[in-house]
């Protein structure tokens, strides 16, 4: 705020002078960013490929001459402490990884942890970052594996100095978008049910059975959501939020980030001034089987049949002047309940393979803080009509689409994949069906539906 200030005598000093010019000019449409008063943003994007000869979440990296992996993100000020949000192409973050990476971010911003949003895509052809779950492995004596965090802590540093940099060129936001779209032939529920309410068949990433091609999409939510920043008639920066696991094909060694990376990069080539920065929802139980065939030639169509919604989403925008009185931000904890579990994943850690300890070593983690009082927690940005819920796990997508029926009259959307180390969340009838999410893929009970639901509904039924 432009402090009032006396001058003597009869004098007006050319400072007074600048400030009318100014004021008029904001007054009539004209960017004013140099007051740096009202809501400001700051945008970054930062390289999250590794090295070659690194470890990636399944395979070793044996090259990068894909699009390569990312990390982008913006930082909101002027309404109260800064908000910062940031996706990542990695397959996940969790426990210490997360409270290291958001302490970093929060630091770089001005800010406390409790502010940042850290989420990840959830490629598979990527890293994965959890510092308890190497910690725990080399005081076995273990190779830590994929959880190695020599890089991941480099990218730390390098993320921290590029939101430290991005303070120094922000940008005022005077409205705000927002727009969506139906996605055709990408996402299908994985989890088909029989006739006795059991599951009957699993359609992962990518089938080649043709019964299961067959069978319906299921139950998904087709619509791509696109929450957009603006400096009068500039676009600053597209969130984009879809529910859907991002795998075409992958263990091709090769970091890259797949389908959704490349809808992201092809919109960023069409909208150049804006930042696009991508969140995957609430995908735990819906992939693009039913589309893909696991053939390199699918991993293009699926991004243009993405990239194409997110046009129509884009067109379909309806802006809105924005204050900073419209912007909030809240934090519900989570105390999830946790499987009886953690005797018999200490046995697996002596007698399975790499391959299922990155899959589910970050869980054990979990049990371990949680005892502790460790909590995860869901956050919830409020900016104008719109709520973005940011929820830790694998989420079902029933938890996106029963948010979205709360608050029909809101625009609703949310991003899955924050804190990883819960693993699957499912829906409390999952873990009676069975299956693969809800057996030891899931770090939570079937309770964990009500404590989700019970912060959920507390989040958007709030006036603040």
């Known amino acids: 705020m432009i402090q009032k200030t006396i001058y003597p ?13 100014l004021s008029v000019s904001s007054v ?13 943003m700051a945008t970054f994007d930062v390289d999250a ?11 070793q990296e044996i090259n990068n001459w894909d699009l390569g992996l990312r990390a982008k993100g913006l930082v909101i000020l002027g309404s109260g402490q800064p908000i910062v949000l940031c996706a990542v192409d990695w397959i996940g973050i969790a426990n210490e990884g997360q409270d290291e990476f ?6 770089a911003a001005g800010t406390v942890p409790a502010r940042v949003a850290l989420h990840t895509v959830h490629q598979h052809d990527a890293p994965t970052c959890d510092f308890g779950a190497e910690k725990l492995l080399k005081d076995l004596g273990r190779n830590p594996m994929c959880f190695e965090g020599t890089f991941e802590r480099d990218m730390i540093i390098r993320l921290k100095k590029a939101v430290k940099k991005s303070l120094e060129n922000t940008q005022t936001i005077t409205h705000l978008g927002l727009g969506e779209a139906e996605v055709y032939k990408v996402a299908s529920n ?5 006739n006795d309410g059991l599951l009957k068949a699993t359609r992962y990433s990518s089938c080649k059975d043709s019964a299961l091609i067959a069978e319906p999409e299921g139950l998904i939510d087709p619509m791509v959501s696109l929450i957009s920043f603006w400096n009068g008639d500039k676009p600053l920066a597209v969130l984009s939020f879809y529910a859907v696991h991002p795998q075409s094909y992958y263990r091709t060694g090769i970091a890259n980030p797949d389908f959704p990376g490349v809808a992201r990069f092809m919109r960023q080539l069409a909208v150049p001034e804006a930042l696009h920065i991508h969140f995957n929802g609430a995908g735990g139980n819906i992939t693009a089987g039913k589309y ?4 390199a030639v699918k991993r293009g169509i699926l991004a243009e049949r993405l990239a194409d919604s997110m046009k129509r989403a884009w067109e379909s925008t309806k802006r809105e002047p924005i204050s900073a009185e419209e912007i909030g931000w809240r934090v519900e904890p989570l105390s999830l309940p946790l499987p009886s579990i953690q005797e018999e994943m200490k046995t697996w850690m002596a007698t399975k393979d790499s391959i299922f300890l990155s899959n589910n070593l970050s869980k054990l983690v979990f049990a371990q803080r949680s005892q502790k009082g460790k909590q995860l927690d869901i956050r919830c940005l409020r900016i104008g009509r719109s709520r973005v819920l940011f929820a830790p796990g694998e989420l079902f997508v029933e938890y996106q689409l029963a ?13 899955a ?21 809800p057996g030891v893929a899931s770090g939570v009970t079937a309770d964990a539906e009500i404590v989700v639901m019970t912060a959920i509904r507390k989040l958007l039924k709030s006036i603040d």
């Open 190 to 194: 994985r989890r088909i049910i029989g």
């Open 28 to 40: 009539i449409g004209v960017p004013s960013d140099s007051l740096k008063t009202g809501i400001r």
């Open 417 to 437: 994949y924050g804190d990883y180390a819960p693993g699957y969340i499912c829906t409390a009838v999952a873990y009676h069906e069975g299956g693969y999410e």
């Open 102 to 107: 958001r302490q970093a971010l929060a630091e």
């Open 9 to 21: 005598n009869l004098a007006v000093p050319l400072l007074v002078v600048l400030v009318l010019l």
């Open 403 to 415: 948010a979205k029926s709360i608050r029909p009259d809101l625009f609703v959307a949310m991003a």
């Open 292 to 295: 893909n065939d696991g053939t």
């Open 49 to 59: 490929t590794p090295p070659v000869g690194s470890q990636l979440t399944y395979n």
